[in-house]
């Protein structure tokens, strides 16, 4: 008997609990992971409170990164064999096969051997945060050297990976945070410049920063009513990748600076290019080789024992952490 968070309603963290369950045997494509760490997203904190793309049927396991060992793989793997230190890529349902617990079951296809020289813990933080900011900013985008980007949840996982990444390529990363309270653990993560949108006027920052002319690019998990001044915040030609909906308020659409600055206002999700193997590879390699570089680094907040998966979400949802929570195993 293996121990799986499961819940057996939608709501808040109180509706996670452990049951022992029986893990199967991995079928055919599948492989079978002793887990060590897991890597807390917000998705898993929508999905279990039934506000996520996926709808959940109770009672359910979720979660979408995992590290760990392989101790089984099913039939037709051949890239994987037990033993091997792998975390798993997420690209599959958490319905079907959520990784919280101490036994995972996952596609072959999610599954990636990250650089030895990460800890348990820094390797169940890095496929979520890392490929979500790569498909928008690289591999849509072309985030190029000079341009200006503006990372609204600065102080997320998702967020300082941007970050990372922007630096990576010498793009100016422009962290967005509601107070002041978080600005200089943000200049020290990378941050160019940092805004705060509650106490200073998010546009005129903007135009400051950019000699007038605008930002090429935002990478917004929020959503609400700010949308409006990131696309006036924006140059012409501007983009606008709208990758979450935290904001339980009315996002507007920004007509006129749509218009008048031919502006792409675009939905994305991570899952809509990880289908596509090719481009999963690449991705894979970049963030690989970043890691290995040490140009992109995982920042871990605070990490959990899974007997406290309920705080480790509490925690997720009062918005103090400073990068990714982490349950141990």
């Known amino acids: ?24 045997a991995p ?103 890392y490929l979500t900011a790569y498909g928008a900013l690289i591999d849509i985008a072309k985030m190029t050297s000079g341009d200006v980007v503006l990372i609204p949840a600065a102080s997320s996982s998702v967020g300082i990976s941007a970050i990372q990444m922007a630096n990576m390529v010498g793009a100016t990363p422009v962290a967005l945070t509601r107070t002041s309270d978080k600005r200089d653990a943000l200049l020290k993560l990378g941050a160019a410049h940092v805004i705060a949108t509650e106490e200073q006027d998010l546009v005129k920052e903007v135009q400051k920063l950019t000699d007038g002319k605008g930002a090429r690019i935002a990478f917004d998990p929020v959503g609400g009513p700010t949308v409006a001044k990131l696309a006036s915040a924006l140059c012409q030609f501007g983009i606008l990748f709208q990758y979450g909906a935290l904001s339980t308020e009315p996002t507007p659409l920004p007509l006129m600076d749509v218009l008048g600055k031919s502006l792409t206002i675009r939905g994305y999700v991570l899952f809509e290019w990880t289908v596509d193997a090719a481009q999963l590879e690449a991705g894979k390699k970049f963030v690989t080789d970043g890691l290995a570089s040490g140009k992109l680094k995982p920042i871990v907040a605070k990490t959990f024992p899974l007997d406290q998966i309920v705080e480790a979400h509490r925690y997720m949802e009062s918005n103090q952490q400073i990068g990714k929570i982490v349950v141990t195993v």
């Open 27 to 129: 079928g055919s494509g599948e492989v079978r992971i002793q887990v060590k760490a897991l890597g807390l997203n917000r998705a898993e904190a929508m999905y279990r409170s039934g506000m996520y793309l996926e709808d959940p049927t109770p009672p359910s396991r979720l979660g979408y990164e995992a590290a760990g060992v392989v101790d089984a793989v099913g039939p037709g793997v051949t890239a994987f064999k037990v033993g091997d230190a792998v975390s798993t890529i997420p690209a599959f349902s958490m319905g079907k096969y959520g990784v919280y617990g101490d036994v995972a079951l996952v596609p072959a296809a999610a599954v990636a051997k990250h650089p030895a020289n990460l800890s348990w813990v820094e390797a169940s933080a890095i496929w979520m945060q």
């Open 1 to 24: 008997m293996s121990r799986v968070v499961r819940f057996h309603k939608t709501g808040g963290p109180e509706v996670l609990q452990i049951d022992n369950l029986d893990v199967p």
